[in-house]
């Protein structure tokens, strides 16, 4: 009996059927491309799929804490950007020696260009929550305009070039340990760009799912001037799902500096809608009040598993998009539909 009914909580939790649903679908494609091209399921491809996938999951997760809100963040790409060249050109800096074309490495340490980083990308963050709660901007317009200035930060930080090898100023050995910590370094066979994911995946859906803060995110999505008239503070909820997402975003640029060894300025380019599509994909309502991060986690699984089984069967950068721009209106259609028909079935017994 307490078995039976500890499944239908489950299975009765805040945007579990369709995170479940989401799951079904990334077996069922999985198992195709596996089908057509027998190398997906080697261990090799499944361990590269899963770092790969790591950072769409970074990214969903940020999206998917402010579009419960109900609001938007498109400034992610460029904060992810912005991170990889502050923390890139920080710890690749050089001075010039005593001789012409002679140059001292004087790279800042990691741990400090990266707490640097951090700071300038919640920065981003805290000014998007001020934006959109306190002041009531239109969440697209306030991100747009954060999106270019993150990204014109990360330009001017190199001055307007992308940047050196980081071994060049912090030293190979300190270069070497970075690189391994955020991509090419395993951990019992498993990359640990995919545990450092994990990790903060598990952190934040608990904070979603079983904290204050995370109730007050959804009711904030659902009604804000419920919310409000009930005691919560949206003003702050909204920032710290902005915080979350800048967060995000800045490891995903710490990951990208590891992989590239140097910053590049185009850096997280269209990542904010890599976010938006695994969210949706999942199951997380841009309508906000839904979802759930489990779905987030499928829904960035789908995105990558799509994206790469395209190309090894030999699929055009082109049709790649169209594939996955296509199931991202159905999801979003999907979601409107049932919300739509959860309204009319509302009103019919009221």
């Not at 789908?302 to 799509?306: C, H, P």
């Given at each position: 009996?307490?078995?039976?009914?500890?499944?239908?909580?489950?299975?009765r939790?805040?945007?579990?059927?369709?995170a479940l649903m989401?799951?079904?679908i990334?077996i069922?494609?999985?198992?195709a491309?596996?089908?057509i091209?027998p190398?997906v399921?080697?261990?090799?491809?499944s361990i590269?799929?899963?770092?790969?996938f790591?950072?769409?999951?970074?990214v969903g997760?940020?999206?998917?804490?402010?579009?419960?809100?109900g609001n938007i963040?498109?400034?992610?790409?460029?904060?992810?950007g912005?991170s990889?060249?502050i923390?890139?050109t920080l710890m690749?800096?050089?001075?010039?020696?005593e001789?012409?074309n002679?140059?001292i490495?004087?790279g800042?340490?990691a741990?400090?260009a990266?707490l640097?980083s951090?700071?300038?990308c919640?920065?981003?963050?805290l000014?998007?929550?001020?934006?959109?709660g306190k002041f009531k901007?239109?969440p697209s317009?306030?991100t747009?305009?954060t999106m270019?200035?993150a990204?014109?930060?990360g330009?001017i930080?190199?001055?307007n070039?992308?940047?050196?090898?980081?071994?060049?100023?912090i030293?190979?050995?300190?270069?070497d340990r970075?690189?391994d910590?955020?991509?090419?370094?395993?951990?019992?066979?498993?990359?640990?760009t995919?545990?450092i994911a994990?990790?903060?995946?598990a952190?934040?859906?608990f904070l979603?799912?079983?904290?204050?803060?995370g109730?007050?995110i959804?009711a904030?999505g659902?009604?804000?001037?419920?919310?409000?008239?009930?005691g919560k503070?949206v003003?702050?909820t909204i920032i710290?799902?902005?915080?979350?997402?800048?967060?995000?975003?800045c490891v995903?640029?710490?990951?990208l500096?590891?992989q590239?060894?140097m910053g590049n300025?185009?850096a997280?380019?269209?990542?904010?809608i890599?976010g938006v599509?695994?969210?949706?994909?999942?199951?997380?309502?841009p309508?906000?009040?839904?979802?759930n991060?489990?779905?987030?986690?499928?829904?960035?699984a789908?995105?990558?598993?799509?994206q790469n089984?395209?190309s090894?069967?030999?699929?055009?950068?082109?049709?790649?998009r169209?594939v996955?721009g296509?199931i991202?209106?159905v999801?979003?259609?999907?979601?409107?539909?049932?919300r739509n028909r959860?309204i009319r079935?509302y009103?019919?017994t009221?």
């Open positions: 009996m307490d078995r039976r009914f500890s499944v239908r909580g489950f299975l939790t805040q945007g579990m059927p369709r989401t799951f079904a990334l069922v494609v999985y198992s491309f596996g089908f091209n190398t399921f080697r261990s090799s491809s590269n799929l899963l770092r790969a790591s950072i769409y999951l970074l997760i940020g999206q998917s804490f402010v579009m419960i809100t963040d498109l400034s992610i790409g460029s904060v992810v912005m990889t060249m923390s890139a690749s800096q050089k001075i010039p020696g001789i012409p002679d140059y490495p004087a800042t340490p741990i400090y990266i640097i951090l700071v300038c919640l920065i981003v963050g000014i998007n929550g001020f934006l959109v901007l239109p317009i306030a747009l305009g270019f200035i990204r014109g930060v330009y930080t190199n001055n070039r992308s940047g050196d090898a980081i071994a060049g100023g030293g190979k050995e300190a270069a970075f690189q910590f955020f991509y090419y370094g395993k951990t019992f066979g498993i990359y640990n995919f545990l994990v990790a903060i995946f952190v934040f859906f979603l799912s079983k904290t204050k803060t109730r007050h959804y904030v659902s009604n804000t001037e419920a919310a409000k008239l009930s503070n003003q702050a710290k799902t902005y915080l979350v997402s800048s967060f995000a975003a995903v640029g710490l990951m500096v590891a590239a060894t300025m185009e997280g380019n269209g990542y904010e890599y599509a695994a969210g949706v994909i999942g199951g997380i309502s309508l906000g009040g839904a979802g991060l489990l779905g987030t986690l499928a829904g960035a789908v995105w990558q598993t799509l089984g395209l090894m069967v030999g699929a055009q950068v082109g049709i790649q169209i996955i296509a991202t209106i999801a979003v259609l999907l979601d409107v539909l049932l959860k079935r009103a019919t009221n």
